[in-house]
Nanobody
Framework: QVQLVESGGGLVQAGGSLRLSCAAS????????MGWYRQTPGKQRELVAT???????NYADSVKGRFTISRDNAKNTVYLEMNSLKPEDTAVYYC??????????????WGQGTQVTVSS
């Protein structure tokens, strides 16, 4: 079993910044990709950014140049630095990973979600 604990969401004015964190714990052997997704009511969950253990990064076009994803492999933690926030960034943000377990299995896990609200 893996637990993903997120933190850092909140309310911010447009143009402001927030930093999200997500720490993975459990019987983890290794983690390749970790990522952030977001979802608003009535819409599908969408990718925000992913980062591999080797540092390969992928961003959604809507956040390029404003958001920065990073990770601490030793702590199994991924971060999302969000700058120049816009009202359209308002969503519940979810951490995601598919770790390789100590048992050898691979399963997808999601965090509980953290609300980010950007006021205009």
């Amino acid at each position: 079993q893996v637990q993903l604990v997120e933190s850092g969401g909140g309310l911010v004015q447009a143009g402001g910044s927030l930093r999200l964190s997500c720490a993975a714990s459990g019987s983890i052997f290794s983690i390749n990709a970790m990522g952030w997704y977001r979802q608003t009511p009535g819409k599908q969950r969408e990718l925000v950014a992913t980062i591999s253990s080797g540092g390969r990064i992928n961003y959604a076009d809507s956040v390029k140049g404003r958001f920065t994803i990073s990770r601490d492999n030793a702590k199994n933690t991924v971060y999302l630095e969000m700058n120049s926030l816009k009202p359209e960034d308002t969503a519940v943000y979810y951490c995601n990973t598919v770790p390789t377990m100590a048992s050898g299995g691979r399963y997808e896990y999601w965090g509980q979600g953290t609300q980010v609200t950007v006021s205009s």
